[in-house]
């Protein structure tokens, strides 16, 4: 067995730790953010393709400036069609993802029909997918799965969401296992093997629901 030599140890030590910070980065790159700081104010976000789920007018999906903070910018459903069986869709073009953490801050403005807001993965098409939403009409957090265009619920809790406020909806599927946070405090555990393949992730609403959506983060594979 070779001795190495005062000289080559120290070498060797400083190269594993010149090589460290490059392998804890590339861990941590599959996680992205999505801001919209750099989206232009007054048009449809970069990066992300636009599908309804059932009846009544498309979503309409816009940039807009934080009126509470300056130099902010968020996601905006703005359109208020009443279609209570209406579900608007910004989906993420690039990457999907089977296993995935997803979560987003999102405020409920307005909607005398419902305000409901959440995140689908594992999304096939405008027919087909995962969702978690939450409503703040109904004061509750659901999970479901959507086929053929038709939802079905699987696990639905009673929790407060209060109304112009900001909240954070947060996400973790592996597998079949999918467990939900609400502002911190888990609401919402369950299993579902609907949807098995690697699909894409965006942001949901329903019937009338306006909303304002900010700092979308997607880590997994």
Not at 44 to 59: C, D, V
Request: net charge neutral; glycine share 8%.
């Amino acid at each position: 067995m070779r001795n190495f030599s005062h000289r080559e140890a120290c070498a060797a030590l400083i190269s594993l730790a010149l090589a460290w910070p490059a392998a804890a980065q590339l861990s941590s790159a599959g996680a992205k953010t999505l801001t919209f700081d750099g989206d232009a104010a007054g048009s449809p976000p970069a990066g992300f393709e636009f599908a309804r789920t059932g009846q009544g007018a498309e979503g309409k999906w816009i940039v807009r400036a934080d009126p509470d903070k300056s130099n902010n910018r968020v996601l905006i459903q703005e359109s208020a069609d009443p279609t209570d069986y209406r579900f608007p869709l910004a989906v993420v073009k690039d990457g999907t993802y089977k296993d995935v953490t997803l979560s987003v801050r999102a405020r409920p403005i307005f909607g005398k029909v419902d305000q409901g807001f959440g995140m689908v993965w594992r999304y096939k098409d405008a027919d087909n997918y995962y969702i978690t939403r939450c409503n703040a009409d109904e004061d509750n957090c659901t999970i479901y799965h959507t086929v053929a265009g038709r939802r079905r619920s699987f696990q639905n809790k009673p929790i407060t969401v209060a109304k112009n406020t900001w909240h954070t909806l947060k996400l973790e599927a592996v597998g079949d296992h999918f467990v939900v946070w609400f502002d911190g405090t888990k609401v919402l555990d369950a299993k579902d093997e609907t949807f098995k393949d690697a699909g894409k992730v965006g942001l949901w609403t329903k019937a009338d629901s306006v909303i304002q959506f900010d700092d979308f983060t997607i880590e997994g594979h």
